[in-house]
């Protein structure tokens, strides 16, 4: 998925929050309900425009981006956000407060690198199992497919692409769900992966790397080493 021209897009939060219900709600009928808001908010107000949106407590985000200027994405939402209002209202039993964000260009939103180790050298091992709560159900989706694809070259791109979102977004997304960057994530699985195979296999680790999305030994060791304090080599001896 190509990233050419986003520095010159523009991206809008806005923030759907339930005020009140009109009837009194049991949990799991309001959890239902609260998803039936998302996806309200995502065809009312996103669609057909690029963009994402992600449920939240009592409410959703949606996100908007992708367009050339920020007058053509503001055109027309408020007729959104009242069509919005009724349905959820109508159908729902909620009535909603809607916040419209500021715009922001694209280019100003932080880019990340994907196959380096975080530039601090912290050694430990990566949030898995991460803490996802039972509604999270996106950020499970990101996880799955960073695991099935450890062995390729993963790019934000790709990943963005697999979940619909901006690769930007994605990248402030995955760490205010985890404390992590996709890049710092992705990395550290690589080599718990290694660590788990240098364990409890007799492969060779030009083999393990090969297994792992690497294709230089040299890379792969001086990025093991910074996270582990050891080559693989000395970890295997260490662990025999």
């Known amino acids: 998925m190509s990233t050419a021209g986003y520095e010159n897009s523009w991206v809008l939060p806005i923030r759907i929050t339930v005020r009140k219900w009109h009837i009194p709600l049991p949990d799991r009928d309001r ?48 007729h959104r956000c009242r069509s919005l209002r009724k349905a959820a209202k109508t159908y729902l039993y909620a009535d909603v407060d809607i916040e419209i964000g500021d715009t922001v260009a694209m280019r100003e939103l932080p880019q990340e690198k994907m196959d380096e180790p975080p530039a601090d050298g912290r050694v430990g091992r990566p949030p898995r199992p991460l803490n996802v709560q039972a509604d999270d159900a996106l950020l499970r989706r990101i996880l799955q497919y960073i695991e099935e694809h450890l062995p390729e070259p993963l790019t934000r791109e790709e990943i963005a692409h697999h979940v619909h979102f ?60 910074k996270l582990t304090g050891v080559t693989p080599m000395q970890f295997r001896k260490k662990i025999q």
């Open 31 to 78: 959890n239902l309900l609260e998803y039936a808001l998302c996806n309200a908010s995502d065809e009312l107000i996103r669609h057909p425009l690029p963009g994402a949106t992600v449920r939240m407590r009592l409410g959703a985000a949606v996100f908007l981006f992708g367009l050339p200027t920020p007058e053509q994405i503001l055109s027309g939402l408020e």
């Open 166 to 225: 901006h690769p930007a977004y994605l990248s402030r997304y995955f760490r205010k769900k985890t404390g992590w960057s996709l890049s710092e994530y992705i990395v550290r699985q690589r080599i718990e992966h290694a660590k788990e195979m240098l364990t409890q296999s007799e492969l060779r680790i030009s083999h393990i790397m090969s297994r792992l999305g690497y294709d230089n030994l040299s890379h792969f060791t001086r990025t093991f080493k």
